[in-house]
């Protein structure tokens, strides 16, 4: 039997088992760094394998496999779920008010079918796997928590790979895009402080609302006006508000936005107009008030990386369903930080569980078909044998 069918095989052997693994996770999702019930139960499922999982940071973890010889190659799932609530009819939707909506409860069954499958075959590795379950993902500053923490080090890291499903894509196809992969992200989180008052008496107070709306005025025409139209840029604001009366000028008001962008230039450009276009606005009309800023840098596929695990790929997937993506993806993935200190790889696998029908992710309706895990998991375990039999 080669290898590629061992792993193909092997995986949809414990196929029951992994989607078990996957409702259970789908059932209870858990947010951020604030994950306790998700790391217990990733924590016993790997103990269970014989394995000896690693707290790294906040709530991240990690196992090794292999003869820690020769290079070191990373498989990476993130854990965190999104501030959702389901709308779905699976049975076994979410029972809190999160949700899976992006996929990373099959993203964690990933990993813990890798290392299932990684641990049985520890003697066909030449060299080292280290699985990393990461938190805090789509709020953009895990995998930094991860790196700050040494999850690139003892042994260190020689290059990574990551799966993530994607809605969009048939079971059983995959993409990915050398080079330039998603963009960056920016996050803008303003609270200004007014001086409320009575609304009868407007002359007396210092109305935050007020200035909240022509922040946002001025921002939402920022990119239209400072932006070449041949450069690709979003900035987007999605939450903002204040007060609880109409009779009651507030005493603060918030707003939070979210700048996409892929060239560097424009990235800081648009990044320093925010944060001048705020003082001013904020200042003029008397307020004050306070900015903290999130920055997730954009992901790079490095392509000699690409064109050595691209044949072992389609070993599994067949030579027809790897495609080769034209187009960045225009949000933001914080696999990135790994991918600006080691050579990465980062993979699409299709999961469309409706077909026409299906939502896209971050969809309070979106239903990811589970004819994605083993698949998964058998492209994970193979080319990581073989990428790390070929370089050592």
């Known amino acids: 039997m080669s290898v590629k069918q061992e792993s193909l095989l092997s995986a949809e ?5 992994l989607i078990e693994h996957r409702r259970y996770l789908h059932q209870h999702p858990e947010l951020g760094f604030d994950l306790p019930n998700t790391v217990a139960y990733v ?19 990690t196992v090794t496999i292999g003869n820690g010889n020769g290079k070191t190659l990373l498989l990476r799932g993130d854990m965190d779920a999104l501030p959702i609530k389901e709308n779905t009819n699976l049975s076994f939707k979410s029972t809190n008010e999160y949700m899976h909506a992006c996929g990373h409860d099959i993203h964690t069954t990933f990993m813990l079918g890798a290392a299932k499958l990684l641990k049985e075959r520890e003697n066909e590795i030449n060299g080292t796997i280290k699985i990393m379950f990461q938190p805090a993902e789509e709020i953009g500053v895990g995998a930094k928590d991860m790196i700050e923490n040494g999850i690139l080090e003892n042994p260190p890291v020689d290059a990574a790979l990551a ?18 992969a998603a963009s960056s992200l920016d996050g803008f989180f303003l609270n200004v402080q007014g001086k409320g008052g009575h ?47 109409a009779n ?38 008397r307020g004050t008030y306070t900015l903290e800023t999130i920055s997730t840098p954009s992901l790079y596929n490095n392509e000699e990386l690409c064109e050595q695990m691209v044949p072992f790929i389609k070993e599994v997937t067949g030579e027809q369903n790897l495609q080769v993506n034209e187009e960045p993806l225009a949000g933001t993935e914080d696999f990135s930080y790994i991918s600006n200190v080691v050579p990465t790889m980062f993979m699409w696998a299709g999961a469309n569980g409706l077909g026409e029908k299906n939502y896209p992710l971050h969809n309070p309706n979106v239903v990811l078909d589970e004819g994605v895990i083993p698949v998964g998991v058998a492209v994970l375990v193979h080319t990581a044998i073989e990428w790390l039999k070929h370089r050592n």
């Open 13 to 17: 052997s414990i196929k029951e088992e």
């Open 43 to 61: 924590e016993k499922a790997l103990k269970g394998m014989g394995m000896e999982p690693i707290k790294v940071g906040k709530a991240g973890l």
């Open 163 to 180: 799966l993530h499903v994607d809605p969009s894509l048939e079971v059983g196809k995959f993409g990915y895009k050398p080079g330039l």
């Open 199 to 245: 609304s009868s008496e407007p002359q007396k107070a210092i109305d935050p609302l007020m200035i909240i709306n022509a922040v946002y005025n001025q921002l939402n025409v920022l990119v239209g006006k400072e932006v070449d139209p041949g450069e690709r840029a979003v900035l987007v604001i999605g939450k903002m508000g204040g007060g609880t009366a």
């Open 248 to 285: 009651v000028i507030p005493d603060t008001a918030y707003l939070e936005a979210i700048l996409r962008s892929f060239n560097p230039d424009v990235r800081n450009h648009i990044f320093n107009r925010v944060q001048e276009i705020i003082d001013a606005t904020v200042k003029m009309m």
